[in-house]
């Protein structure tokens, strides 16, 4: 038995390795503790970011030790030299490189590498960007260093057309860096922009751009980077602020009292008054008064509510923008409560774009290449969805078959894609109807959700009866509807149909309505008069009416009976 090795059996092993584990966790918590402790005692010496050097490279997840780090480097700029500063920032890059080994996805330390460029009075630009390149050949797809790269990039003044063809080297050696296909998106508005502002890129630019992605497609038809990328190059170009419509209503009631309201619907998500200043005037007389959101629990809305401390008549109502060259106007005469005036952010076709005859060609080339893959790739789902959002810019074709199948093929999906079906069919009802009707039907069309509703705000009667749609949560929109009709759909509460001041009547016959606490938005309506919950749950449950009279005791007809 003299001279052989021991060797320790798998249970002995696994006793060590737990009790070399404890060893280190106690003298890590010993660690983390004593630091502690000097952070509140406000020890900013040498021997704090030695200890500090030792916790963050066995765990560099830490943000509390990285910002104790930064808050020692700050209180040493009180004793040091500029040049031992110099010296001290240095040492940090390298020591930031040990806990990236560590952990190439720390937040922390890459946040901490930022934060010591920008402490450094000669950072080395070029060397940092050298070093992102060596880090994306490891991971082309760690954002860490992407975001970093941008940091870089930003700070040293690289061009974005040396960006942009960065990023060529890199897909042509990887079609599937969804990092880089990103990237790509971000520079070219910067390279390339539309001159007239309707498209996301110059339009030859972004015609070559549907040629590069088309063939990462049919390189990887499954890889979705390039299938996003090309959904990217099919969207609009970046609305610009403007005012959709304008309604003025000088005896709107609310809960409490009858105020004049003057309700101003916007082309994108704005804050009013902070950091969108409009202004009302009437007969170029500003009105004091205040700007609430139409749906009052966010700050941005594209919908805003604006209340005069003081009564006005008759007149031109005029909304401007100062500084942005936004306006609308809208007409009181004598004798009448309600206005509408329409301002240039609602033109006619305002969904359907507009294509130049070269744009037509390749996006036609486009669907028909999709439809070739469709045949070696049938059950494709971004083959399927593409080709849907390809006829949707064309305006051309059948979606529901795609719809359909893209159901069938990725099923998990479906309330997706319904709810993108809805979508489309929203707008191009939008885009064929007057919009100076003020009766609007959407009545049978299959609808999962409503879409838009801003831009039909001014209608009087709202029909979406014989639909699927689950809520109404754009209801809060219809500030000067006076009867909505949503029977026969599968809404099981009315969450969203709040503030409508002029509502009267309220159909949700045949829903899933099935407690009286689904009704206590309608609190706010306080016109409301008439409510139908025919063969809706709720009807059978004990003293169902004597509830729902509790709840909304303005009703005088419930379920078509009189309130006695």
């Known amino acids: 038995m003299h001279g052989r090795v021991k060797v320790k059996t798998t249970a002995e092993q696994e006793e060590a390795k737990q009790k070399e584990r404890q060893q280190k966790l106690k003298l890590f918590k010993h660690a983390t503790h004593k630091l502690n402790e000097m952070r509140s005692a406000k020890v900013h010496d040498q021997e704090a970011l030695r200890l500090l050097s030792d916790v963050l490279s066995a765990n560099p997840d830490l943000y509390t030790m990285w910002n104790f780090r930064k808050e020692i480097l700050l209180g040493l700029q009180q004793t040091r030299s500029p040049e031992e500063l110099q010296e001290l920032y240095e040492a940090e890059l390298p020591f930031t490189e040990t806990c990236l080994r560590v952990n190439p996805k720390s937040y922390g330390a890459w946040h901490h590498r930022c934060w010591v460029l920008d402490h ?10 050298q070093l992102c390149n060596k880090y994306l050949e490891l991971d082309e797809r760690n954002f860490h260093c992407w975001d970093y790269r941008r940091f870089v990039v930003q700070r040293a003044g690289v061009p974005a057309s040396e960006e942009l063809r960065y990023t060529d080297s890199k897909i042509a050696a990887n079609f599937s860096n969804y990092s880089s296909w990103h990237y790509r998106s971000k520079l070219l508005p910067l390279v390339h922009p539309d001159p007239e502002g309707q498209r996301i890129l110059e339009e030859t630019t972004l015609l070559q751009e549907f040629e590069l992605v088309q063939n990462a497609a049919f390189t990887d038809p499954n890889d979705q980077s390039a299938w996003f990328y090309h959904r990217w190059l099919l969207g609009r170009g970046e609305v610009p602020l403007s005012i959709v419509s304008v309604h003025v209503d000088i005896s709107t009631p609310t809960v ?6 003057v309700v101003v619907t916007f082309s994108k998500f704005v804050m009013v008054p902070s950091a969108c200043a409009a202004q009302v005037s009437v007969e170029g007389v500003a009105l004091p008064g205040t700007w609430t959101p139409l749906k009052s629990e966010t700050e941005f809305s594209n919908m805003w509510m604006f209340k005069p401390t003081e009564g006005f008549g008759a007149g031109e109502l005029s909304v401007t923008v100062p500084g942005c060259d936004v306006t609308a106007t809208c007409t009181l005469r004598p004798g009448q409560n309600v ?25 036609g080339q486009e669907l028909e290449s999709c439809k070739q893959l469709e045949q070696l790739e049938p059950d494709n789902k971004w083959v399927l969805l593409t080709s849907v959002l390809l006829m949707k810019a064309l305006g051309v074709g059948q979606i529901d078959p795609y719809i359909n199948r893209l159901k069938l093929v990725d099923p998990f999906r479906r309330s997706y894609y319904n709810d993108l079906r809805s979508k489309f069919l929203i707008e191009a009802f939008l885009d064929s109807r007057d919009r100076e009707d003020s009766d609007l039907s959407l009545v049978g069309r299959g609808l999962t959700s409503l879409y838009h509703v ?17 809520a109404l949560p754009q209801a809060a929109y219809l500030h000067h509807v006076l009867e909505l009709a949503a029977a026969n759909n599968v809404i099981s509460t009315c969450k969203g149909v709040r503030g409508l001041g002029r509502l009267r009547r309220l159909d949700l016959s045949n829903n899933s309505i099935s407690h009286v606490t689904s009704l206590l938005d309608l609190q706010t309506c306080p ?38």
């Open 527 to 564: 016109s409301l008069t008439e409510l139908d919950l025919r063969d809706n749950p709720i009807v059978h449950v004990e003293g169902f009416r004597d509830s729902v009279l509790e709840v909304l005791p303005r009703l005088t007809c419930l379920n078509g009976q009189r309130v006695s």
């Open 454 to 470: 801003e831009f039909v705000s001014h209608v009087t009667r709202f029909d979406v009866s014989n639909n699927q749609l689950r």
């Open 339 to 363: 206005a509408v005036g329409w301002g240039p952010g609602y033109s006619p076709n305002v969904f359907r774009r507009e294509l130049s005859a070269a744009a037509m060609t390749v996006l």
């Open 120 to 129: 450094m009075t000669t950072p080395d630009f070029h060397r940092e960007l």
């Open 256 to 261: 409490d009292v009858s105020t004049p309201t």
